[in-house]
C-alpha cells in the first residue's frame, strides 16, 4: 500500500476515534474544570479562614507593630521635621493712637522657611490677623502698630503654619536680597521746625534696589534706637521697585522721643514667593 494512502487511513482513523468519543472528551473537560474550580474555592476558604480565624493574632500583632513605630524610627521622623517658631521678649511702646506691640520671633531650623498668622492677645480677644515669614534660622521681629489697650498685651499667637525646606536658600538670598541702603537720617521735631508742643519726627532713607529682579513692593521696617534700646518702630512701602533703580523714601513718627542715637532699616520681602516679583 502506498505510503500516502496509510497516512490517510491514519487521520481517517483519528476522525473516527475523535467523533465518537467527542461526548466523552466533552464530559471529562466539564468534570475537569469543576474540580478546578472546587480546588481553587477550597484555597480561597482556607486563606479566610487561616487569616481571619488561625493567625488573626499574629495579623492583629503585625498591625500593631506598624501603628506603634520603632523609638529610633520615630526619632530620624521628628529630627526630619522642622523644629517650632520661638517667641520671645513681648514689650509695648506708647504712640499717641494707642500701643505699638512687639515680640522677638527666632526660627531654629537650617533649612526650613515658615509663613503664618499672627495676633497678640490683649485679655480675652485677639488683635487683627496680620501675615507673616521667616526664613531659615532667621530672628526678626513681628510686631502691629497702634493697637488700643496694646498695653495690656499678654502673648504672640501663631496660627496657620506652614512650611517650606528650601536647601538653596543662601544662594537665592544673595542673589534676590539685594538692597543698598544709604543716607539714613533721623530728624527730630525741632529741626522740622513745627515746634515743641507738636511731636513729629521724621526718617528718610535711600535704598537701591541692585538684585537682577523687579518687586512689586518691598516694605522697610523703621526702629529708632536710644541706647541699644528700641523706641520706636514704623514701616514704608517702596511700591514698585525695579532692579537698578534708587528710591528715596521716609517715614513720620508722631510721638515724643528720647535722643535717638542709631536708626535701623529693615527690608522685609519674602523671596520665596512667586507673587511678590513684578512679571513684566
Request: proline share 4%.
Amino acid at each position: 500500500m502506498p505510503n500516502g494512502d496509510q497516512i490517510y487511513e491514519k487521520q481517517l482513523s483519528a476522525a473516527y476515534w475523535f467523533v465518537t468519543h467527542k461526548l466523552l472528551l466533552k464530559n471529562i473537560l466539564v468534570v475537569s474544570l469543576i474540580v478546578l474550580n472546587m480546588g481553587l474555592i477550597s484555597f480561597d476558604l482556607y486563606l479566610v479562614i487561616n487569616n481571619l480565624v488561625i493567625g488573626d493574632k499574629d495579623y492583629q500583632a503585625i498591625l500593631s507593630n506598624l501603628i506603634n513605630l520603632n523609638p529610633d524610627l520615630a526619632a530620624l521622623r521628628q529630627n526630619k521635621l522642622p523644629a517650632a517658631l520661638q517667641i520671645s521678649n513681648l514689650r509695648t511702646l506708647a504712640n499717641s493712637q494707642g500701643f505699638d506691640i512687639m515680640a522677638d520671633l527666632n526660627n531654629p531650623n537650617p533649612k526650613w522657611t515658615a509663613t503664618f498668622n499672627y495676633q497678640f492677645k490683649i485679655g480675652d480677644k485677639l488683635t487683627p490677623i496680620k501675615s507673616g515669614f521667616i526664613f531659615p534660622a532667621e530672628k526678626k521681629m513681628i510686631f502691629n502698630l497702634a493697637i488700643e489697650n496694646g498695653n495690656l498685651a499678654s502673648e504672640a499667637v501663631l496660627s496657620n503654619i506652614k512650611w517650606t525646606k528650601e536647601i538653596n536658600f543662601l544662594t537665592l538670598n544673595q542673589n534676590r536680597f539685594k538692597f543698598d541702603i544709604s543716607n539714613v537720617k533721623f530728624i527730630p521735631s525741632a529741626e522740622l521746625g513745627v515746634g515743641e508742643k507738636i511731636s513729629v519726627n521724621r526718617v528718610s532713607f535711600d535704598v537701591a534696589n541692585q538684585s537682577a529682579f523687579n518687586y512689586n513692593n518691598v516694605i522697610f521696617i523703621l526702629l529708632l534706637n536710644n541706647s541699644n534700646q528700641v523706641v520706636a518702630i514704623n514701616q514704608v512701602a517702596s511700591g514698585n521697585f525695579f532692579s537698578g533703580k534708587t528710591l528715596s523714601l521716609e517715614s513720620t513718627f508722631f510721638q515724643k522721643l528720647p535722643r535717638i542715637d542709631n536708626v535701623q532699616v529693615i527690608p522685609e520681602v519674602n523671596i520665596l514667593e512667586p507673587s511678590v516679583f513684578l512679571k513684566y
